[in-house]
């Protein structure tokens, strides 16, 4: 089945490419090669900006200028999707032992698959780069190849095409691989030195005047460029200021980055080794385009926490990092720019210098501290069996994985929000509809509120001010206050909220509907954004980015309603329940005084709602088994057993009994444990 999703992305791939006019698609290639290409006339390399491959890699690309044909775009496309499947390839196989059959198994499609996906390979494919082929060549070097000289050979031939990869010799060379460092070295130079002789005004401009290209392409302050050399220039430092404080930098990154490349090595992990230095190489590099970003995905393979609760959070943040924009994952706040801005490079330099990846001699290397389940139960509907592979977890969910997850799968819903959209005809269509039922049911009190409230000044106020501002506050302080007091109880809450949401999109997609205020002939007011043009509503600050018509299931009342439902079970105080039950009351109130929704977009979102407290049982069982009720007639001991991934050298299985609080982490088992 990988395989099966592994063909169909390579198809997609070479058709995003190949779909798009001649004139848009593989635009370096034809920038090179081309008609009127930088290899195809006569001229230095670099007369114009869009060469910026070294004078190696442009007398190695010179003939292909000679025989360009119009199939070529399809040759080049198909060839470089080959080179990813062997890189895929190549990489599984060089996973750190000792590997389970299962992982061996799935890790190459797997690792074709996130390749395939990745921002380097979709931008490579884009433009028709070579920048997979020096990652190729390295790891063709590291692992497959034989010999005394010929790794270097590969490393250095893969250095005369992009510089920084030459630090892969120093990696050689303190790993005891001294012949083969030399060779690596010897092999760049030699290649260097031929394009000197043959491109000897090109090789004066790259190495002199530009510094190893420096300077060259596209402005080096652009987002594009993700090394230190162009975080420092967006954050507005120049001239010799900027080139001393990058060469320090560079030195401390190499030196760390190096070192610990070097320890990997050592310890068995190779393929970490030769990731972490590939972060390096980005991290110094002059330029470091998105294409040429592949080493960070590389530094997936690299194992960080003791516990299982936290060893996803870094195949996760690689990942997400290497296949999604920098604005899905993170808010769109001032003062997160810098970082949102240069997530890749704060990424390689993390993976270089900072994450504390897991030597092998760890005792957690391959048993970490299991994460704490509830005792399987039954349904309360049994003619609907709980899914095997969807446990209840007690402990405390990772917090950095947490706030990413719930960030891009936001960042995700809001895309697709903004896209369920059939247009204003349909939405007033629908519109019409859902007021004809409500005046049939007697519950088109729409209009009546709308205008009463209107008359209020204060009430007024405090509806456009409940109904603005209480949306996401109250929702986000129930998670984070379940998380810290309720973490198995927040598991369970956050499950809910999000089968809802999810939910929601398919009433979005499928029936766009228009709220009252976007209603003409109706005599609306919207008592938030004032008086509307019909054709262009005006929706505030997030008029670009909202659907204007995606009013049905209401998530404002949806969302209220699950915190009314949540703080009612959950909250130890009758006050507090009576609190809780105000939200929605309030909430209701406000979508309906404002205008921003129907009576029965109400109706939808507890729908919605009740939908996903459904799901969220037949996924996991109830909150609570009675069995675990405090001196219930289940309250005896019981036994729940290792994960199965767990071999025999792992802990014993834990003996608790049924009435142990469900909020205790599993930070406070270990302890205990120990």
């Not at 310890?267 to 592949?294: E, R």
Request: aromatic content about 8%; overall charge positive.
């Amino acid at each position: 089945m990988l395989w099966l999703v592994v063909a169909a992305l390579a198809v997609r791939q070479m058709a995003v490419v190949l779909r798009r006019p001649r004139g848009e698609r593989l635009t370096d290639l034809e920038t090179w090669i081309g008609e009127n290409g930088v290899l195809h006339v006569p001229g230095s390399l670099y007369d114009s900006d869009r060469f910026t491959g070294t004078p190696f890699a442009g007398l190695v690309l010179k003939p292909l200028a000679r025989t360009v044909e119009q199939n070529l775009g399809v040759a080049w496309t198909f060839g470089s999707l080959l080179l990813v499947a062997a890189l895929g390839v190549v990489a599984a196989r060089a996973l750190p032992g000792p590997v389970t059959r299962r992982t061996a198994l799935l890790a190459a499609p797997v690792a074709i698959s996130l390749l395939m996906l990745s921002l380097p390979v979709r931008n490579a494919l884009h433009l028709g780069q070579t920048s997979i082929l020096p990652v190729l060549l390295v790891l063709l070097g590291c692992f497959v190849v034989r010999g005394e000289r010929a790794p270097g050979v590969l490393i250095g031939l893969a250095a005369a095409l992009q510089p920084t990869v030459l630090l892969f010799a120093a990696l050689l060379w303190f790993t005891g691989r001294r012949r083969a460092a030399t060779a690596g070295g010897v092999t760049f130079a030699v290649c260097t030195a031929l394009a000197w002789a043959a491109l000897p005004g090109d090789s004066w401009t790259y190495w002199v005047h530009h510094v190893a290209g420096a300077g060259l392409g596209d402005d080096a302050a652009d987002l594009a460029n993700q090394s230190m050399h162009g975080a420092l220039l967006r954050f507005g430092l120049t001239g010799p200021l900027e080139i001393a404080l990058l060469v320090v930098l560079a030195a401390v990154v190499c030196r760390v980055g190096l070192r610990r490349a070097v320890r990997y090595a050592r310890d068995g992990q190779l393929l970490l080794a030769v990731a972490v230095t590939g972060c390096v190489a980005v991290a110094v590099s002059p330029t470091a385009w998105q294409h040429q970003l592949l080493w960070v995905l590389l530094a997936v393979v690299g194992r960080v926490g003791r516990r299982a609760a936290d060893r996803p959070v870094w195949p996760v943040v690689v990942v997400l990092v290497s296949t999604l924009p920098g604005k899905m994952l993170l808010p769109n706040m001032a003062v997160l720019f810098p970082l949102r801005d240069n997530v890749l490079l704060t990424t390689a330099i993390a993976a270089a210098c900072a994450v504390p990846f897991l030597p092998r001699a760890s005792e957690h290397w391959q048993h970490p501290v299991p994460t704490r389940y509830a005792a399987p139960t039954p349904a309360r509907w049994r003619r609907i069996p709980l899914l095997p592979f969807w446990r209840r977890v007690l402990s405390r969910p990772n917090l950095l994985l947490e706030l990413l997850l719930i960030r891009v799968v936001y960042s995700a819903y809001s895309h697709v929000r903004l896209a369920a959209t059939a247009g204003r005809g349909i939405a007033e269509h629908h519109g019409r509809q859902i007021h004809a039922v409500e005046q049939w049911l007697h519950i088109d009190i729409e209009h009546a509120v709308n205008h009463a409230v209107v008359g209020i000044g204060r009430l007024r106020g405090f509806f456009d001010h409940y109904y603005t501002t209480f949306h996401f506050i109250v929702p986000l302080t129930i998670l984070g206050v379940l998380y810290v007091r309720r973490p198995a109880d927040y598991r369970w809450a956050r499950s809910t909220i999000g089968f809802a949401t999810v939910l929601a999109l398919f009433g979005f997609w499928l029936y766009p509907l228009a709220p009252p205020r976007l209603m003409p002939g109706l005599g609306f007011i919207d008592t938030v954004n004032g008086v509307q043009d019909f054709a262009k509503p005006d929706y505030g600050t997030l008029t670009a980015m909202t659907n204007q018509y995606a009013a049905m299931p209401s998530l404002h009342f949806g969302w209220s309603l699950w915190c009314g439902v949540i703080v009612v079970v959950l909250a130890p105080k009758a006050w507090m329940k009576a609190l809780g039950l105000l939200h929605p009351l309030f909430t209701v109130s406000a979508i309906v005084a404002t205008a921003n929704h129907w009576v029965l977009d109400a109706v939808g979102g507890a729908v919605v709602v009740s939908l996903g407290f459904g799901l969220t049982h037949v996924l996991s069982g109830p909150r609570h088994a009675p069995q675990d009720e405090p001196g219930g007639p289940g309250a005896t001991e019981r036994t729940v057993p290792a994960p199965a991934s767990a071999s025999a050298s792992a802990p014993a299985p834990r003996t608790v009994t049924a009435d142990a609080k469900a909020d205790t982490t599993a930070d406070a088992v270990a302890g205990k444990r120990n």
